[in-house]
């Protein structure tokens, strides 16, 4: 008998055919919620958004609604859609076309837009400007704040973040070098140990 109903659940849990729980019509369709979700890795992208979203939530305390931009923001996935999951009215800019593309094809948030363009291109006003791992890729870096600042609202905050030259990455890079800067005087000091003991045996 215990056989007999182990059987008759395996038949119940298998599919039938031609019947499917959701179409994919409707899967397309359906809001995906925290589709952006971070996860920590060696660059430290879940520390960075906690670290903006905390200087964002504290701005925005207290005062209703507040425009968020978000100058270099890729496809959108590291700050520009996460914040917009939490509600807050944001638009990400970059340069790059392609990522930009990517970003407006994946947004399902109407709070939330991408458009492609300059820091120097942007017209409107915003409460909150956020720069995250760009400022150390640009060659005027004063200029780049000044035109940030043009763009802020009378008591509106710049939200900056740049590599510290201390992170998980560099820390790896370091260890990378050194180990193959190890390796490679291990092979010359090799070679050269070779060159020398043949240069006996000739004499």
Same mark, same amino acid.
């Given at each position: 008998?215990?056989? @007999? ?38 660059? /430290?992208? @879940? ?9 964002? &939530? ?16 890729? *496809? ?7 914040? /917009? &999951?939490? /509600?807050?009215?944001?638009? /990400? ?11 407006? *094809? ?5 709070? #939330? ?31 780049? @704040? ?10 509106? #905050? #710049? #939200? ?24 490679? =005087?291990?092979?010359? =000091? ?9 240069? *006996?045996?000739?004499?």
């Amino acid at each position: 008998m215990p056989i @007999l109903v182990s059987k008759i659940k395996k038949i119940l849990r298998k599919p039938i055919r031609g019947v499917t729980k959701e179409s994919n019509v409707q899967k397309d369709l359906r809001p995906k919620a925290k589709k952006y979700s971070i996860k920590e890795n060696s660059y /430290g992208h @879940l520390k960075r958004f906690k670290f903006i979203l905390n200087a964002v &939530e504290s701005f925005a305390k207290d005062k209703g609604n507040v425009k968020i931009l978000d100058v270099g923001c890729g *496809t959108g996935g590291s700050i520009t859609m996460p914040l /917009g &999951e939490e /509600g807050y009215i944001i638009q /990400g800019i970059d340069i790059d076309a392609e990522p930009i593309d990517y970003a407006n *094809t994946c947004n399902l948030y109407n709070n #939330i837009s991408f458009e492609c363009k300059s820091a120097n291109e942007v017209t409107d006003i915003y409460d909150v400007i956020i720069a995250s791992e760009i400022i150390e890729h640009i060659d005027n870096p004063v200029d780049f @704040l000044m035109s940030l600042k043009n763009r802020l609202s009378k008591d509106g #905050i #710049i #939200i900056i973040t740049t590599p510290n030259g201390y992170g998980w990455s560099e820390n790896e890079a370091r260890m990378l070098k050194r180990i193959l800067r190890n390796e490679l =005087l291990k092979v010359v =000091l090799s070679k050269a140990r070779k060159t020398r003991n043949k240069i *006996t045996l000739n004499e």
